[in-house]
């Protein structure tokens, strides 16, 4: 288990138990279900679910349901599994603000008939105009002083369906001139005919973000609500309607600062434009920076906690790396993985001195630190099949693998000779002729140092592989920030990198021709890779994502 390290967040709930205003915390995870979770959402999810583990409180999975137009239940199911796939378990069952509709109408009759709300017959624009701005006070609506009982009858009758869409909206009444533009007069009901993936067409009045998100808090009894900075300026539109209902609980928001991904893009919205526009092959693409998509890639669930303790907890900016999470997930996957090998750019090779029609085999561990991964025979014969750029006619300095009159060692097996080199027509590399020196299965010849060790398979048992080379799916760091020469932000689509898919026929160890999906393996000094979650079938097609390289190949 890494060290915990402390945050501000850390320290105010230490301070909490100290002082004994909290006896046990209670965070909770609130996502809205309009689309598959992100990176981002992994550092909240860690964030919450890894306080409430550490400090042995409780942490609630809640779907913030209020926009029915763009939630499903399909985003639900996808929701619930990154999490449980990360590692976490929630309190309870999972809760959702669509559960506390009843709730939330009672608490805005009550905010009626206490004068602390208005129905309002302004229209979106109308709105608009009465806000202000930033540098000027807004104006009061024309019907905010409708009395209590007008209120509640227009408010009943709005739930009962009585008007039309968008032509009366339930607001607050706190101050038009107030500095900060979210106490003027929120908006907290609006009506939308809209079916909800959970409450059907049971409402047309739907609860708006601010309203509904303390209020659920208070009813779960949430100690610390934790979110992005962005809620900052909203955090007094929170404490108000709480101040203002005869609620028993007042949790605390807390504000931290989002993770930005370089070289991908953490927002569901944007995220969403890629899948429906087909640029990726759905949420789940390996490419895509969703936890769906990273798991897909081989990510380890270890890899992504490591990597969301490692970035921190803290106010200031949040601008993360790509290599910084590809870092993390390599150095958990480096004790997660059995080692295998595999050849991706195949050369044959003949050993000469090997006797025809043979195979012979030796065993050899899966990993060398971990004998509990157990061990496999490697097979060889005559025919082997070497990685192309493992041989050079005319090595650079310091060459250390293949070249004609030189010698390396197979890994687990043999050192060999290069002979005689085959070329065809066009003076392309097509065949080596090698021979094996016969006395250096498991010792170093006489005489001499071979330094060098190459990966290789035994050419009539290696098996075909699908395997998916992936890359950045952008090439620009900052995809959506970019500004043309009109200012305007440029569409982020322009950045994909056209080459971060390239699908190829590999060669694999006939030791993996079984594994289940999402089986990860190390190839042997080629990088991480994983049998695909939904494509690879064991013992007939097999297919495998690169998940990252043995090093940052983008670091040079
Ligand atoms: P998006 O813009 O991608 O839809 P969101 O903030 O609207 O993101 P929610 O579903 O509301 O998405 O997020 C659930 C929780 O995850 C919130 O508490 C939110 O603050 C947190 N979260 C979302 N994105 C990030 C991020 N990039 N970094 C840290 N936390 C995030
Ligand atoms: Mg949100
Ligand atoms: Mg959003």
Redesign the pocket.
Known sequence: NAPVISNFIRAIIDEDLASGKHSSIVTR????P??YL????A??ICLNFGLAEDYQGKCNLRM?DTNPEKESDEYVQSIKDSVAWLGFQWDGEVRYASDYFQQLYDYAIELIKTGHAFVCDLNAEQMREYRGSLTEPGKNSPYRERSVAENLDLFTRMKNGEFADGSKTLRLKIDMSSGNVNLRDPVIYRIRRAHHHRTGDAWCIYPMYDYTHCISDAIEGITHS???LE?EDHRPLYDWVLDNISIGCHPRQYE?S???LLYAL????K?NALVTEGKVSGWDDPRMPTIEGMRRRGYSPAGIRLFSQRIGVSRGE?IIDLAILEGAVREMLENESPRVMAVLDPIKVTLTNFQDGVTASRSAPYHPHHPEFGEREVLIAREIYIERDDFAEVPPPKWQRLTVGGEVRLRYSYVIKCDEVIKDADGKVIELKCSIDHDTLGQNPVGRKVKGVIHWLAANHAIAAEVRLYDRLFNEPRPDAVRGEDGEYVDFMQFLNPDSLQTITGYVEPAVRDAAPETRYQFERIGYFVTDRLEHQPGSKIVFNRTVGLKDSWAK
């Open positions: 995870f609130p996502p809205e309009n689309g992100h990176i981002g959402h550092k909240s913030d934790l979110c992005t809620f931290f989002r993770l930005e953490t927002s569901k919205r995220l949040n």
